[in-house]
């Protein structure tokens, strides 16, 4: 019983003494609340990222971003498109932009809705292996992966495509008009 009592008592006096665990999380090298990234090119701005908090871990070049909008701009420096999205993750050494959870791409004339995108600022697209579903007007088209420019004018989706469509040209004339070519000219 006595002996029993010593290693007891030796034992909860050694786990006493234990340093407490140092956790192995990785620490921020910076926190910004309601920041702003511009990207730009030769001096020209590409795009604006604004985040509700961006979390900087500058060692791994990743910034972690909260509640992201971005606005795209074409090379003429002029808007083009907005991106939103729940995350994203900035490399900017390596000029890459990635963003999900309810990614929406839109513009004037197009809507884009998936879970993840990533943009690439040196080829000037936006991809994803996700489901995409693309409304233009009361056109829709579905399906998995896609590479689009961020204006979303040639759209490329890759696998499963869907679509409904509503305005569809019934004449060729019809057609070259929504294409804004000019009437073809009758040889004699």
Request: hydrophobic fraction near 35%; proline fraction near 3%; aromatic fraction near 8%.
């Amino acid at each position: 019983m006595i002996i029993l009592a010593v290693i007891l008592g030796f034992s909860c006096s050694s786990q006493e003494n234990q340093p407490e665990k140092i956790t192995t999380e990785k620490i921020p090298s910076s926190i910004l609340e309601d920041a702003t990234i511009i990207f730009t090119t030769e001096g020209k701005k590409e795009a604006v990222i604004y985040a509700d908090t961006l979390i900087n871990f500058e060692a791994e070049d990743s910034t972690i971003a909260k509640n992201v909008k971005v606005d795209f701009y074409n090379e003429f420096g002029e808007y083009s498109s907005t991106l939103t999205s729940d995350e994203g993750l900035v490399r900017q050494k390596k000029n890459v932009f990635s963003v999900w959870g309810n990614v929406v791409v839109e513009n004037d004339t197009a809507r884009l809705d998936t879970q993840s995108l990533r943009w690439d600022p040196n080829t000037k697209l936006i991809t994803t292996e996700d489901f995409v579903k693309l409304r233009r007007g009361t056109d829709v088209l579905t399906g998995y992966g896609m590479r689009a420019d961020n204006r979303l004018e040639n759209v490329q989706i890759l696998r499963d495509v869907e679509g409904e469509f509503t305005d569809v040209p019934e004449t060729e004339k019809e057609l070259d008009e929504l294409e804004g070519k000019p009437e073809k000219e009758i040889e004699p």
